[in-house]
């Protein structure tokens, strides 16, 4: 695959991923987009409320061959204090995740503390 070729597969699957993440949160384009090309670092840029609603740092890689370290080692380079995630496809297939199973398990600890917390009651703005 030529150089150009594959940088603008590289641009696609940003793309991709951006709306995938504003059409299931409900974010608009104010909120979420792909970061150009020419931009060291995030491959995803979010507004405050972005952030909010998605605390992760997004590096996409669209690739038939990926390296899962080395590019899990560049999204935590670029998370600056945020959740580093490696959203991933190769061609004919879904995006997949990679990311800290530690922080996975943070994410399901704290999802059962907030059903938790509904159910008794105890935080009934959320």
Known sequence: MKVRSAKAKGRGGQKDVAELIKDHLGLGDDHVK?????????????????RATFPFSVEVKRTEKLNIDMAFAQAESNAHGYLPLL????????WKVTLSFVEFLE??????????????GAYEDV
């Open 107 to 120: 994410i399901i600890h704290e999802m059962r503390r907030l059903e938790q917390m509904l159910r008794d």
């Open 87 to 94: 959203v991933h496809r190769k061609n004919n297939t879904g």
């Open 34 to 50: 792909s970061t150009p090309s020419s931009v060291t670092g995030e491959d995803i840029w979010f507004s405050k409320f972005g």
